[in-house]
Structure formats: C-alpha cells, structure tokens
C-alpha cells in the first residue's frame, strides 16, 4: 500500500513536468496532454510491479511520445484532408526520438514549464470551472477520478470539462511559453484567483465521516508553494501562499468529532498547527514591506493575527479592523464589507456592524448567501435583541446549502428559544 | 427491496418549541443513522434538502409552466431528507420508527418500484 502512494505521489510531481517537456517541443497541448495520461497510466500499473524506473522523468516522456506519434499516425488520414496549420515535421522526427531529450535538460527547464503550464491553465479563453479543473489535471497531476471526487461531481462531467478545456486552448492557438507584459501580470492574478478557489472548495465542503476524497486543500498549498519557489519576488503570491497556511492551520478545530461547526471564537486553540502558523509568519515577515500591499498579503496578515492569538479574547481586533479599513480600498466587495462588520463590531461594539451590515442589505450578491443574515444574527445576540437574533438565525437556516451550517444556525436559534412557562410548575 | 423513507418538515415549523437540548439531540440521532445505515449496506442513498421555503415550484398558469416561489405542499408537509434503504418492509418500517419515537412527527415509507416486468 504504501509503494503505491509512493509511486503516485512520484507520478503527480513528475507528470506536469513531462507535460511541459513534450509541449515545449511538440506543441499541441491537448495531444500531448491525451498522451501524458496514457504514460502515467501505463507507471501506475508497471512500476508498482516492476520497480520505478532509474530515470522516472525518460521512461514517462518515452512512453508519451510513442503515444503521441501512435495518435498523430491514427490521425494522418483525416488531417491530410484538413488544413494543417504551421505543423513542423520535425515535430514528428522529436516526438519519435524522445533519447533527443536528455534528462539532464529537465531539471532546470521543468521549473519554468512548470510556470508555463499553470499560466497555460488559467488562459482567458477557459471559465473558472474549466480553469480549475484543468490545473489540477495538468499542473496538479490529479486523475479525472480524483478532481471528480473533489468536486463531488460524475467523472463524466469532468472529463468532459477537460477535453473541451484542451480544445478551447487549441482554438485560441495558445502557445507554450509565459505571455508578455502587462497580460503576464494580469495571468499571475487569475492563477492565484484559481488556486484560491481550490483551498476555498477543499476548506469550506463538509468535513463529514472520511471519504475517499482527494485533499483539495494540501493541492492548493502545493501548487501555491511550487508557484512561490518559481516566482520569489511576487509578494502576493507569498501572500496567498501564507494566507493558506494560517487557515489551514486551524483545521483540526473547525469541527468537532461528531463532524459540527465550531466557530473560531470557540476553537480549541491547543488543536492549531503551530509549525504552519510558524511558516506562515516567516513568509509574511520576508514580504510586507517589499512592495505595495495586495489583497492576499492584507488577509494573510488578518489571519495571521488570528492564529498568533492565544486565546479569542486575545485577538488584536483593533489592528484587524485597521486592516480590513486598507483592504475595503484595494480590494472592496460585499464579503470584505462583511468580515470588516464583525471586527467593527469587537472594537466599536455591535451596533456599529450592524450598522455596517445595513449597507449590505440591498446588495445582489449577498442575495442568495446565509452569511448576511448569520452575522447578522450573531451581532444582535450580543447585542441583546435575542428575539430578532432568534429570527435571523432561523432565516439564516432556511437560506443556507449547507447541512452542518443549517444544523448550528438551528441550534444557535434554539440556544436563544424561551419555552413556554409549564402549566403547572409543581409537576 | 427498495423503499423510500421520507422525513418532512422545515426550519421553525414543526421543531421551533424545541430547547437546544432536543434539538441537537435530533441532530446526534439522524448522524448516527446515517453512518450505521452505510456501514451496514442497508443505504443505498440518502440526503437532506434545503429549506422548503427555498423551494420553486413550477404550476400551469394561464397555459403554461410558470416557476413560482415556494413549496408544492405545505411547509410542515414538504419534504427534508430521504433514505433510499435496501431492506425488507419490516426493516423499512423499523428505521423509520426510530426517528419518529424521537421526533414524534410522522415519516412515510413507500416501496420503490421495480423495472423489470413481472409475471
């Protein structure tokens, strides 16, 4: 059992660099891409039998190659009846001797192509679905089981989402290589956004009894930490990659054995990460001050002033509120607007957030959320308007998709419930 | 066999008397359920819906469907979960009866129908 997660583990580090190796000189991502699960499909089976090859990287680029050239032969009928745009017939001649291909090359290309492969995945012409699932295939090198399982949706689906994915790259004859200024920048943002929203599926989906689930969340950091050794001077990458281990330090206290919310201010603290949170501190150390200060450096130094708290009333709120005052200028939005209400809310007390709040209340995209309407209901229980507290907690509830939200709003409003008198008393 | 085991009821409606006591004791009793049901095979699916208040239901109106706002039923009477069980209607019955001791509100059980033709 554990040579088999040996062999995947190798296999997953490996993967997106043979796929950048074979793009880089063959092109056609969405051939190659096609080819590359083949080769990691024919490991998966052989090497746990076999032994893993001296050259893990040269077995894999051999064996996508011949995929690769088997496919392109199966394909030559029809595509000599298609035009065929600027295809190099030495392509053909590269892909047949992958022995052209030293390993020796790898090492230090396959740290760019990696680079390249994840702005690859994030191209414009991709939605964030797509966008997502594609990194974690290409770059991540997760199986379409795997994302499948992540996503909690059919395989099918998702294999599907690929494959039009590697089309729609084609279409938009991208190419294999890092796109110039300024699109390089804005690309950086959107491959950020993308690995943000995979720590934010993996954190926020039910913990639940243990599935079989891919860890969408140590994907995340991974890929983040592997972006963050590629690029060490974008400080929002180093924000981002901070901002997911001071979270993801907290995660033994989000729910208790029985799989129910704990909020943060009841978290056993005892239970959080030290050493992550250590990690994220010396990376936030190294970067502010470098530069302007970007959304994620302000939420990883909110985070971080969380995690560094010893106890909840502990927690530095007046500095988070000051930080949430910088983020609602760089970064303003409806669910910054929110988080600022409940650091308003410690430091000026909670009419103050809920004052805050108010301005939400007309807001589009807190329509369709419970979240408005939980902290909504927490502020006034501190406030002591219990039975208006009660009532939002109840219609929290009712809005929420989630179950083990809906069940801690029900609990908090019934926390709140007076009961009738008894009849008799006496009884 | 297959039946459906059918809980109703919303958020506020029938359980808003309840002290936080009962209520997360409810909350311990449907989680337990749901992981023996699994680990014994029994479930073959089983899930929680979302507020019948969230519900759109789509009538005939004038001519045509046309989506409006709300639950088909009643809110007390819409649907919230279900068990999909592979059991006989003995068993069936027995599950469902270990809720409503608790909840003292009733749950329907209907067998699911088979596809295959019979003689």
New interface residues.
């Given amino acids: 059992m554990n040579g088999q997660h040996r062999v995947e583990d190798l296999l997953r580090e490996v993967a997106p660099q043979v796929l950048g190796a074979l793009v880089r000189r063959c092109g056609q991502f969405d051939a190659c891409e096609d080819a590359v699960q083949e080769a990691l499909l024919a490991a998966t089976v052989q090497w746990p039998v076999e032994g893993v090859p001296d050259r893990p990287r040269s077995w894999l680029l051999t064996v996508a190659s011949r995929a690769l050239v088997d496919a392109w032969r199966a394909d030559s009928a029809r595509r000599r009846r298609e035009t065929v745009a600027a295809h190099d017939p030495t392509d053909y001649a590269l892909a047949a001797d992958p022995a052209g291909i030293p390993d020796a090359d790898l090492p230090g290309a396959d740290r760019d192509d990696t680079l390249v492969l994840l702005f690859l995945c994030c191209h414009p012409a991709l939605s964030p679905p797509s966008q997502l699932a594609l990194t974690l295939r290409a770059a991540g090198g997760l199986t379409t089981a795997q994302i499948a399982a992540a996503f909690l949706v059919p395989e099918a689906t998702i294999a599907k989402r690929i494959s039009r994915a590697k089309r729609r790259i084609r279409a938009a004859g991208a190419r294999f290589g890092l796109p110039a200024q300024p699109q390089r920048t804005e690309r950086l943002g959107v491959v950020l956004h993308v690995l943000y929203l995979i720590f934010n599926e993996g954190y926020t989906t039910s913990s639940g009894?243990a599935l079989q689930r891919t860890d969408l969340i140590a994907e995340a950091i991974r890929l983040t930490r592997l972006l963050h050794r590629l690029l060490p001077g974008e400080a929002e990458v180093a924000g981002l990659l901070a901002l997911m281990l001071f979270t993801d330090a907290r995660g033994a206290a989000r729910t208790d054995t029985?799989?129910?919310i704990v909020p943060l201010s009841d978290q056993q603290r005892e239970l959080w990460d030290t050493a992550v949170i250590a990690e994220g501190q010396a990376i936030l150390t190294r970067t502010l001050g470098t530069g302007p200060v970007g959304p994620y450096q302000l939420q990883a130094a909110i985070a971080a002033l969380h995690d560094e708290a010893p106890t909840a009333g502990a927690t530095d709120w007046p500095q988070i509120l000051a930080l949430y005052d910088v983020l609602t200028t760089v970064a303003p939005g409806p669910v910054v607007t929110l988080s600022r209400a409940v650091a308003l809310a410690h430091v000026h007390g909670p009419r103050a957030g809920l004052a805050l709040l108010g301005t939400l209340d007309t807001d589009e995209r807190m329509a369709h959320t419970h979240r408005l309407e939980a902290v909504r209901a927490h502020l006034l229980e501190q406030a002591g308007d219990i039975t208006a507290a009660r009532h939002s907690y109840?219609r929290a509830?009712?809005?929420?998709?989630s179950?083990p939200e809906?069940?801690y709003l029900?609990?908090r409003?019934?926390?709140l419930?007076q009961?009738?008198p008894l009849a008799n008393p006496g009884d | 066999m297959k039946y459906l085991i059918m809980m109703f009821g919303g958020i506020g409606a029938a359980t808003q008397d309840r002290s936080a006591e009962w209520i997360a004791g409810m909350h311990e009793l449907l989680m337990k359920l749901d992981t023996e049901l699994k680990e014994s095979g029994e479930c073959v699916a089983s899930d929680a819906l979302v507020d019948p208040s969230q519900a759109k239901t789509v009538r005939f109106i004038n001519g045509a469907p046309v989506p409006t706002d709300g639950p088909f039923a009643e809110v007390k009477e819409s649907l919230a979960g279900y068990w999909i069980v592979d059991v006989d209607e003995e068993r069936a019955l027995q599950i469902a009866s270990r809720v409503v001791a608790y909840t003292e509100y009733p749950m329907e059980v209907r067998r699911i129908m088979d596809h295959s033709a019979q003689p």
Avoid: F
């Fill in positions: 009894p029985d799989g129910r109840l509830a009712k809005i929420t998709t179950l809906q069940r029900e609990l409003a019934a926390r419930h009961p009738a």
